[in-house]
């Protein structure tokens, strides 16, 4: 049984910075497709960053520039290291990921959420001005 953990949120000022983990076990898929999506308080939850097996990535135009995604094989853990963050990222963010058979997401429709299967429970990131 896959299960995403997330882990890092906080409560920062504006201009600092978090990095979100997402602990991921019950696969042994080489193949995936890992992102970070978030939602705010009365809006859709929107595609954040996304990360392939193959090192491709994919950013939201709000985020390019001040986060980045990565992923550590050996633990099986991706992140999102979120520089220069503003109030308009306070948000619940939360990991999602499909994995081999599953090919979905990662590719022109990476920031739909029905193109990931599983998800984790998010963490909240709080940003003050």
């Known amino acids: 049984q896959v299960q995403l953990v997330e882990s890092g949120g906080g409560s920062v000022q504006s201009g600092g910075s978090l990095r979100l983990s997402c602990a991921a076990s019950?696969?042994?898929?080489?193949?995936?497709?890992m992102a970070w999506f978030r939602q705010a308080p009365g809006k859709e939850r929107e595609g954040v960053a996304a990360?392939?097996?193959?090192?491709?990535?994919r950013f939201a135009d709000s985020v390019k520039g001040r986060f980045t995604i990565s992923h550590d094989n050996a633990k099986n853990t991706l992140y999102l290291q979120m520089n220069s963050l503003k109030p308009e990222d306070a948000a619940m963010y939360y990991c999602?990921?499909?994995?081999?058979?599953?090919?979905?997401?990662?590719?022109?429709?990476?920031?739909?959420?029905?193109?990931?299967?599983?998800w984790g429970q998010g963490t909240q990131v709080t940003v003050s001005s």
């Open positions: 990360r392939r097996s193959d090192g491709s990535t």
């Open positions: 019950g696969h042994s898929a080489s193949w995936y497709c």
């Open positions: 999602a990921a499909t994995f081999a058979p599953y090919y979905s997401g990662c590719n022109a429709f990476w920031d739909r959420p029905v193109e990931y299967k599983y």
